[in-house]
């Protein structure tokens, strides 16, 4: 069973320290005990969702927020560049 | 009782934890001589630069207070400078010189290639000779200064080697050391955290105003910066935005207070915890390191970055299973515990310090030995 760390209560996503399958139950470790069924391969070091989270909520990490969802996430799903937004350094989305 | 390591007491009351004769040159042209030296003589490091010859203006003086600070780091025995000409030599020379040790140079002009390789080659023999009579003695590890660097990082960095050396770091200020930590664009999305430890309020605001500079130069350009920082090799280890990555980097500044903060070229007047604005990738922010005096760098890594830096040695550590097994020769120290064994951050990180009082005695790390090293000093403005 592929498992992934929880770093704090408040966070919405878990880091798997092994690599996962879809399909796959991942247990949780450190601030939680739960467990999550995968939705898709994780690779190992990659985030995973572990709760509900809307489209443009704040997606946290050591209970920091370290982006914004860019649409909504389910638990169980890969949550990486595809789906989480920076708010750092981006001029792209600057006021000319 | 005092913690000790065997190093080399220098003149100036700073110690080194290696004992080499820097041949460095001036400017780019000069690189061939530098590395024709270094190849014929035993006991020397070539610090090679590109540029300096065009740059003006703040780029020339961060150039010469680089080389001229890797020349005064007391791992530096003795300089020899090789330069096209004598006044732009006089320049770096004459910055080296308050650390009261030999300071010789060679020019091309008038002498050409082979008269220059020559003279230089007899010059660091006779320095060499003499730098080999110093012998290492205890000394106190707060003489100990510390650069902590990440690079090649992934979600393994943060969890795992990265609060390792921070647990170094802690002991390193515990014992009345120093330590700096940099990559000022890796504090985006963890300068609130970094700046809330400042030991005044004056500090955290010149910490804070240059990450906030560099976001804004950095979104002068239009782009996201996302593919840049984090790094391709970044994503491909997890790491998703430069927040997630920043939280995971300043880990390695351990927990102490924030004493005081340096511009590039610039080294600390006081112990502790400094921050030092330098740009991220590894080889240019070593090079500041090494510059600002730090006898040994430890450096984390997750997916795997072995360059190290000439002047300072440089130490991996990793957490990363993966990157352990398929890099080894590259890794320096297994933080893999943490994840596989459950092991806390304090006992892998005491082991790390016990290692890091190795390394400043004598042993030599990976990138020293394969000679996996290079330099680079920022430039920040086009040379005419």
């Known amino acids: 069973m592929p498992r992934a760390i929880v770093l704090h209560r408040n966070d919405n996503v878990a880091t798997l320290i092994d690599a996962g399958r879809a399909g796959e139950t991942c247990s949780l470790q450190g601030e939680s005990a739960a467990e999550v069924k995968l939705l898709q391969d994780v690779p190992f070091g990659h985030k995973v969702c572990i709760r509900e989270t809307p489209a443009g909520a704040d997606v946290l990490k050591y209970g920091q927020v370290i982006g914004k969802a860019s649409r909504s996430l389910k638990a169980g799903e890969h949550a990486h560049t595809h789906n989480v937004e920076s708010a750092r350094g981006r001029g792209d989305q600057a006021k000319r | 009782m005092a913690k000790t390591f065997l190093g080399y007491p220098r003149e100036n009351g700073t110690v080194g934890v290696r004992n080499w004769v820097a041949v460095v040159s001036v400017m780019d042209n000069c690189n061939p001589v530098t590395r024709a030296i270094c190849a014929q003589v035993d006991g020397t490091i070539a610090v090679t630069t590109l540029f300096v010859r065009g740059q003006y203006g703040r780029d020339l003086e961060i150039a010469y207070n680089t080389l001229a600070g890797m020349g005064r780091n007391p ?38 290639t ?102 804004r130069e950095a979104m002068s350009q239009g782009m996201d910066i996302r593919g840049t920082n984090p790094t391709p090799d970044n994503m491909r280890g997890g790491l998703t935005t430069i927040e ?141």
Request: charged share 20%.
């Open chain 2, 75 to 112: 791992n530096i025995a003795a300089v020899l400078l090789v330069g096209l000409e004598e006044q732009t030599t006089e320049e770096v020379a004459r910055r080296i010189r308050p650390a009261g040790k030999p300071v010789e140079a060679v020019h091309l002009q008038p002498n050409g």
């Open chain 2, 114 to 215: 082979i008269n220059c390789v020559a003279e230089g080659t007899r010059r660091a023999l006779r320095l060499v000779v003499r730098a080999s009579n110093a012998r290492r003695r205890s000394c106190a590890t707060s003489e100990l200064m510390l650069g902590v660097q990440c690079g090649g990082s992934d979600t393994t960095s943060g969890l795992t080697c990265n609060p390792v050396i921070g647990r170094l770091s802690d002991r390193v200020v515990e014992e009345g050391g120093t330590v700096i930590i940099s990559e000022t664009s890796e504090f985006f999305g963890a300068e609130h955290l970094f700046a809330a430890r400042a030991a005044s309020p004056a500090i955290a605001k010149a910490f804070t105003d240059m990450v906030v500079r560099l976001e």
């Open chain 2, 244 to 384: 997630e990555k920043a939280l995971g980097a300043m880990a390695k500044s351990g927990t102490s207070r924030l004493r005081g903060v340096l511009s590039y070229g610039e080294a600390p007047s006081s112990k502790g915890l400094h921050f030092l604005d330098a740009p991220a990738p590894a080889v240019e922010n070593l090079t500041a390191l090494a510059a600002a005096g730090c006898q040994l760098v430890f450096f984390g890594t997750g997916v795997g970055n072995p360059i190290g830096n000439m002047v300072s040695p440089t130490a991996k550590v990793s957490g990363n299973v993966n990157t352990l097994r398929t890099m080894a020769d590259n890794i320096d120290f297994d933080a893999s515990d943490i994840l596989e064994k459950k092991a806390s951050v304090g006992a892998v990180g005491d082991r790390l310090y016990d290692y890091a009082i190795e390394v400043a005695s004598g042993t030599r790390t990976s990138s020293e030995i394969l000679d996996v090293r290079e330099t680079a000093i920022s430039r920040f403005a086009p040379t005419i």
